[in-house]
């Protein structure tokens, strides 16, 4: 009998199918090791050693996997493919080794290939749960690759070090039971400085001039282009912390200069100056990485990244996807072949492209997985998965399955159509401009539609005079930089090169769960908290504090996993000159003062003002005296809806695990709830699915 360690239950119990009755299929429920949580954990003072111990509640499942290896002929390690994985085969590894020794009485090293016992230790990785990638892990095993382990140690020493010597200083400097994090603090940095971005931005007035033209009984719009051969639009750009923001605006920026305009095209007629027609290819995307597709699950459906990373999760545990934890576009060659017959079956030969499309991944570094994320088998369509798991990863699958299928597929063909017309009697010439497009051919939009639409245009002549029906002038306002969601701020991190893959989620769920920042409307906004503890850091710590640093450490992190440099020299280098920072920010430091607001209320104890604070589980109303004055009461958000319902205000809310939703007030008589206030706005007054099982759960729980 052999064993076989892999982390999770669901992964267990999908490879056991695939495997005889002589291998035995064990779960280790992810990490068995971890750094104390109690101290630090971590030997400054010899070479950073890390004091690695069995993980809480781990001791039960390291004694059932160090029994069963001691009555197997052999153990296989297959946890996932990248760091975190490959730590996990080291340490399993290395606490079997010593109860085995220890049984033998022998010390053999851990790096050789046999155990003390004579049982052989094996590492087998594959990028996919199916059969035939689990044999062929099987058949070609390799040993543990301890250049990745160190990779992952040193992440989590450095993290350790910065954790653990940085929150004291809070404490001491802003409030009790802060924490910071080496690469959270750097996206807390963006949040907070595009508040600030936009809280600065002057926002400046500007109109539009658009023309609506009849054309064989069809009305056309039409936009004003050019006055006397000069261009109206004009781009600015703002240099902001994360890169430069470019905003489009017109030259005519006052209402007298848009009325001027509207009184001169009353005189002019509209005549077709150019109709011009042009054939254009659209290509697909390439497939999947973990970060375009948090990109994608959060635009589409509004999903946190730590949702789409846990649907995913289970997708790839079932077999279903390929490992989901990847930066590389890369499809192995045996999925092409099958995608391309697919698409040959199901559309015809005319929607596949002559050659193989190949892709290349624009990161510095495609470590961790070999493969972009695709379905394991075409073959099993979106309706397959909902009967299996359930709707929600029925979506996230068919945007792997959409988007990895599209990527193999011929391009899409598409005719635009650019119609100018200028007035006339001149001097004054206005030009208008209206673009139309037809879609020839498919292409991969036959999986992948999502963003063209055909607007076919009448068919404009060159000379022909276009009776008019209205024209008009917008007034607009230049938009000041918008702030992040889940996607743009994945996006942002992955271009800078801060975290990695597997750790995009987590960063943005921690900054939440310590209430740094908060979600409204799918955007994130800086908490008081958020703000004080990102003015402090940048004020005392800008070195570690920022987007070079925080890139330039994962690059010598990446450096380590290729085995080009030694772990231990790179966190000397950070924490020698950190060590004597944070000493002298412990001594000389001011302490900061956490924002507070107003809200206009007298406290009933001592007649002080009422402001809102944030604690550790979100706002809350306290005396201006507090501690002092020990008076608080509960933070109600209200907003400016009523609801459809029965008239009553619609205040924010939270569920349990801390995510924001809209209800009435007058709960529980009322249950009316939504996600979002833009539901509000369009006018929806029904509730989404999971607002209706939210309210429905906490009005039974009241009856209860």
């Known amino acids: 009998m052999k064993l076989v360690i892999v982390e999770s239950p669901t992964k267990a119990k999908t490879i056991g199918k695939f495997l005889g009755s002589e291998f035995v ?78 049984k033998k009485s022998k010390a053999k090293s851990a790096k050789n ?26 058949e070609h095993p390799g040993v543990i690759d301890t250049h990745l382990v160190d990779a992952q140690t040193a992440r989590r020493v450095l993290d350790r070090l910065v954790g653990y010597k940085l929150s004291p200083i809070l404490w001491q400097k802003v409030r009790r039971g802060l924490s910071a994090g080496r690469v959270q603090s ?131 545990e079932e077999g279903f996807i390929t490992y989901h934890r990847t930066d590389s576009v ?31 991944t624009k990161q510095k570094l495609a470590q961790e997985a070999h493969e972009a ?22 979506k996230i699958y068919q945007l792997i399955w959409s988007r990895a299928l599209a990527s193999q597929m011929a391009d899409a063909r598409v005719e635009s159509t650019t119609v100018l017309v200028e007035t006339k009697p001149v001097p004054e010439k206005y030009v208008f401009k209206t673009t139309g497009s037809i879609l020839l051919f498919e292409g991969f939009l036959k999986v992948n539609p999502f963003g063209l639409s055909d607007r076919q245009l009448p068919d404009f002549v060159s000379g022909e005079t276009i009776p008019t029906v209205q024209t008009i002038a917008i007034a607009h306002e230049t938009p000041a930089p918008p702030r992040y969601n889940d996607a743009s701020l994945i996006k942002s991190l992955e271009e800078e090169g801060i975290g990695r893959p597997s750790t995009y989620a987590t960063i943005i769920s921690v900054l939440e769960e310590r209430t740094y920042v908060e979600r409204k409307d799918g955007r994130f906004y800086p908490t008081a908290v958020g703000n004080a503890v990102n003015d402090f850091l940048v004020k005392y710590f800008s070195t570690i504090d920022d987007v070079p640093f925080t890139a330039s450490m994962e690059d010598q992190l990446d450096e380590v996993a290729e085995g080009k440099k030694d772990w231990v020299p790179v966190i000397r280098e950070f924490y020698t000159p950190f060590e004597k920072q944070l000493t002298e920010v412990s001594k000389t430091a001011e302490r900061v003062q956490i924002a507070t607001e107003d809200t206009g209320e007298i406290c009933p104890l001592d007649g002080a003002p009422l402001v809102i604070r944030t604690g550790r589980f979100g ?70 699915d999971s607002a209706k099982k939210t309210t429905r759960k906490r009005t039974a729980k009241k009856t209860k």
């Open 25 to 102: 299929v064990k779960a280790s429920m992810g990490h068995v090791m971890d750094l104390p949580k109690s101290k630090l954990g971590v030997d400054t003072l010899n070479n950073f050693n890390p004091q690695f111990e069995i993980s809480e509640g781990k001791k039960s499942t390291i004694s059932e996997l160090q029994k069963l290896a001691s009555e197997s002929d052999g153990v296989i390690l297959a946890s996932d493919p990248d760091r975190e994985g490959e730590a996990i085969a080291y340490h399993i590894s290395q606490l079997l080794r010593e109860k085995l020794s220890a």
């Open 113 to 138: 290939e046999t155990s003390s016992s004579g049982i052989p230790f094996q590492r087998i990785v594959f990028h996919e749960i199916t059969k035939d990638a689990i044999r062929n892990a099987l």
């Open 186 to 316: 750097v996206a807390l940095r963006l949040i907070v400085e595009r508040e600030k971005e936009i809280e600065k931005f002057g926002k400046e007035p500007y109109w539009t001039i658009t023309a609506t033209l009849s054309k064989d009984k069809k009305e056309v719009e039409f936009e004003l282009v050019s006055i006397n051969d000069e261009k109206i639009e004009q781009q600015n750009s703002f240099q902001l912390y994360d890169g430069d923001y470019t905003v489009t605006k017109t030259t005519i920026t006052t209402q007298e200069k848009a009325d001027t305009i509207l009184e001169a095209l009353k005189k002019k007629e509209f005549v077709v100056s150019d109709v011009a027609k042009k054939e254009t290819k659209r290509s697909p995307q390439p497939p999947f990485t973990t970060s375009t597709l948090q990109q994608q699950a959060s635009q589409r459906f509004g999903f946190s990244g730590k949702r789409t990373m846990s649907l995913a999760q289970k997708l790839y």
């Open 330 to 360: 890369h499809l192995a060659e045996t999925s092409v072949t099958q995608m391309r017959d697919f698409v040959v079956k199901k559309f015809g030969e005319s929607y596949v492209p002559e050659k193989v499309r190949l892709f290349s």
């Open 373 to 394: 994320i695709r379905p394991t088998d075409v073959n099993k369509t979106e309706e397959y998965v909902r009967d299996s798991l359930g709707a929600a990863y029925a």
């Open 619 to 688: 706002k809350f109303i306290s005396c201006k005296n507090f501690p002092t004055c020990e008076y608080k009461k509960a933070y109600v958000e209200e907003t400016n809806f009523l609801c459809p319902k029965d008239g009553g205000k619609i205040i924010a809310r939270k569920t349990k695990k801390g995510r924001t939703f809209y209800g009435c007030n007058n709960y529980p008589n009322c249950d009316f709830a939504v996600w979002k206030l833009s539901d509000i706005k369009k006018g929806v007054g029904n509730e989404t």
